[in-house]
């Protein structure tokens, strides 16, 4: 049985976010600040990461925070 691809694009704002789950991302994924690898980062804070997850888990859609060691 075949699985169907995820889509998943980056987020780098929360209106960002918004429009990767509207416009049909499965999942998104985005980062605090000092925790992305982005050359240029613009993050979510952390008040945004939590609105951005009620928002995608609300439509269905999954939020990937990302990480660094």
Same mark, same amino acid.
């Not at 049985?1 to 991302?25: I, N, Q």
């Not at 009620?54 to 999954?62: L, Q, S, V, Y």
């Given at each position: #049985?075949? =699985?169907?691809?995820?889509?998943? =694009?980056?987020?780098? =704002?929360?209106?960002?976010?918004?429009?990767?789950? #509207?416009?049909?991302?499965?999942?998104?994924?985005?980062?605090?600040? $000092?925790? +992305? #690898? $982005?050359?240029?980062?613009?993050?979510?804070?952390?008040?945004?990461?939590?609105? +951005?997850?009620?928002?995608?888990?609300? $439509?269905?859609?999954?939020?990937?925070?990302?990480?660094?060691?």
């Amino acid at each position: #049985m075949l =699985s169907c691809p995820e889509l998943l =694009s980056p987020a780098g =704002s929360l209106e960002a976010l918004k429009y990767a789950v #509207m416009y049909g991302a499965d999942a998104v994924y985005c980062a605090l600040p $000092r925790f +992305g #690898m $982005r050359a240029a980062p613009v993050n979510l804070t952390i008040g945004e990461l939590h609105d +951005g997850c009620i928002f995608a888990h609300a $439509r269905g859609k999954k939020e990937q925070p990302a990480h660094q060691r």
